[in-house]
């Protein structure tokens, strides 16, 4: 058995040098393998409808690779998801033809739907998936280095797949990640890093994602010895896992003394695969119960490692919407260490994470030069003395650069051409260039450039809204309270409009300790067109509404009767939805208005 175990470690290393010493090569001359890919793209998908559009009869095919690249964006136009919207539609509804892509679409990935406040369609392809593959090896090469984990040791993966389904053409709709646990290459993942999920198929391809986790948190604990690190796509997913656990872990433990499977999974095909892997355990559950009682006294602070005592990290996205998560994270991890997962979207794979030991607030993304074509359109801060409504954010914009032309200290909105069908796409995500890796830029996301909350001249973004949330917010500590979460609301239906921000808090709070965090959170805004507008009442005060506990599962599970998968849910910071708003109106319980600006 030591001897499988040497083996399997050998192997594993030699597989992580591998996978670092490919990429170390790509990056070396990072720029130069840009050009090569976006050659590629062009290449494979020469003569589709979209490109014909621009390049017309040129022919590019034995064209040098800079002249292309210059070509290219020359030609090509910058496109937001709207532009590309009617093309990706005609796939969606049957249209074979060559429109985006040579080869044939046949999957669809739904975007969370939480940053604009609806899905959208972006084309999935095998090479989706075979990217995947590739970020999720050599990331988990790096966290090796830093973190080494036992070769053939579990994962406790609270992952999900959301319902697929057919669209009016007959492609199968999903999330990004549906398609990829539905895929070859998530088998070849386990086998390749030598980690493998608790939990079987049948669990993460429930859809119902409170009887998932219920599963997975039962099957988590079953092989708690052999657990080697916890993961989930986003941090929200873990947060709302361990706040599940604080309510069942009596009905779990019971599960494990005896062998049996709550009620509450009323799924037969889960039942089976769940059934046929536990056994009776007493001593077991008399553990876990012993410590479960522990950490009821200590609001269970430090769960994670109690609980799977040879757990090495806590893995998972953490940058973004999901910083808000962190501290809760911290107090279930203790000492654990939290490693932020790599940077992606829907659209594309960006970066890895090379430095799995900083902290999620510093962690930097350097740049894989092979999955797309990266520009990045250096963004330059408004002068305040301008006028507020010529811009619909506080950026200029200067002409993209090439991966190779970009600066440290600087700020990029990304944009991606890729191998499946987009080409010069907007992703919106604003990045600063932190360092470089070899010749690829290390990118530290800073946020979404979308705004969110505008009602006047104000321009304020999601990072505005974490800033003063989490300012207001410390004033709770003085109560033993917490923020559970969340979400704001500009409303200009009254006049003067104002902004809203909804709570939901954990413990008893006095209400003057309330309206301070009210008023802390309105003199908090620092944009210019905020302050200005307060001062003059061309803005009302902020109002800060309580909601009653649970309000923001409601949300999730609106969101989950629509489509949304939870796998991929991000508490929206800002809504207009009418029916989430509903939600939140209903179950408010208390309202403050600010005397910041009295």
């Known amino acids: 058995m030591e001897q499988k175990v040497a083996m399997n470690t050998r192997s594993k290393s030699n597989e992580d040098s591998e996978i670092i010493n490919w990429f170390d090569m790509v990056t070396e001359n990072a720029g130069l393998v840009q050009t090569q890919t976006l050659r590629r793209i062009l290449q494979l998908n020469y003569g589709v409808e979209y490109l014909k559009k621009w390049f017309g009869d040129i022919e590019i095919q034995d064209m040098d ?47 969370s739907g939480t940053t604009e406040g609806r899905q959208k369609y972006v084309p999935f392809t095998r090479h989706s998936s075979q990217t995947t593959l590739q970020i999720f090896r050599l990331a988990a090469a790096y966290r090796s280095r830093v973190y080494p984990i036992r070769p053939g040791g579990r994962i406790l993966e609270l992952i999900y797949s959301s319902k697929q389904f057919k669209t009016k053409g007959g492609l199968t709709a999903g999330t990004a990640t ?115 009682k522990d950490l009821e006294g200590s609001n269970w602070f430090g769960l994670i490692p109690k609980l799977w005592p040879n757990a090495k990290y806590v893995y998972s996205i953490m940058t973004g919407s999901m910083l808000s998560y962190i501290k809760k994270l911290r107090e279930y991890a203790g000492e654990l260490a939290l490693v932020s997962a790599d940077y992606g979207s829907t659209e594309s794979w960006i970066g890895v994470n090379v430095d799995p030991s900083k902290s999620p607030e510093n962690v930097t993304f350097a740049v894989v030069p092979t999955f797309s074509y990266f520009e990045f359109i250096p963004l330059r801060r408004q002068n305040k003395t301008k006028d507020y409504k010529s811009a619909t954010d506080d950026f200029i914009e200067d002409d993209p650069v090439p991966l190779s ?38 990118l530290n996301f800073i946020y979404r450039r979308k705004l969110i909350l505008t009602v006047n001249i104000d321009k304020n973004t999601e990072k505005d809204l974490q800033l003063v949330v989490e300012k207001g917010s410390q004033l709770l500590s003085r109560s033993h309270a917490e923020l559970v979460d969340f979400t704001s609301h500009a409303d200009i239906a009254n006049q003067p409009g104002h902004y809203i921000i909804y709570w939901e808090i954990k413990g008893e709070v006095d209400d003057r300790i309330l309206g301070e965090c009210c008023s802390e959170m309105d003199a908090s805004f620092v944009d210019h067109g905020y302050v200005v507008s307060r001062r003059t009442n061309s803005i009302g005060p902020l109002e800060l509404r309580i909601v009653e506990r649970g309000t923001f599962k409601k949300i999730v599970d609106q969101l989950m009767g629509n489509g949304a998968g939870i796998g991929q849910f991000k508490t929206p910071r800002c809504t207009s939805n ?19 600006y009295a």
């Open 65 to 111: 690779e800079n002249a292309l690249e210059t070509l290219y964006t020359s030609l090509v136009p910058l496109v937001s998801h709207a532009d590309l919207e009617p093309y990706i539609q005609r796939i969606s509804d049957g249209d074979t033809s060559p429109i985006l892509t040579q080869q044939p679409i046949t999957n669809l990935s739904l975007s």
């Open 178 to 292: 549906t398609h990829y646990y539905a895929s070859e290459e998530f088998r070849i993942k386990q086998e390749k890093t030598k980690s493998f999920t608790c939990s079987p198929k049948e669990v993460i391809s429930s859809g119902d994602y409170k009887q998932s986790t219920y599963c997975h948190l039962l099957l988590g604990l079953y092989y708690s010895q052999e657990v080697e690190f916890i993961t989930s796509t986003f941090a929200y997913s873990l947060i709302q896992a361990f706040r599940s656990f604080e309510e069942l872990w009596q009905e779990l433990c019971n599960d494990i003394r005896e062998g049996t499977l709550s009620s509450r999974i009323t799924l037969p095909t889960v039942r089976k695969a769940v059934l046929d892997i536990i056994s009776p355990n007493p001593s077991l559950a008399e553990k876990i119960e012993a410590n479960c």
């Open 405 to 442: 032309q970009v600066k440290i200290g600087q700020e990029y909105e990304i944009v991606v051409t890729t191998f499946t069908g987009l080409y010069r796409y907007r992703l919106g995500d604003v990045v600063e260039v932190a360092g470089f890796y070899k010749g690829t830029p290390k």
């Open 578 to 596: 009418q029916v989430l708003l509903k939600i939140l109106n209903l179950c408010t319980i208390k309202t403050f208005h600010s005397t910041a």
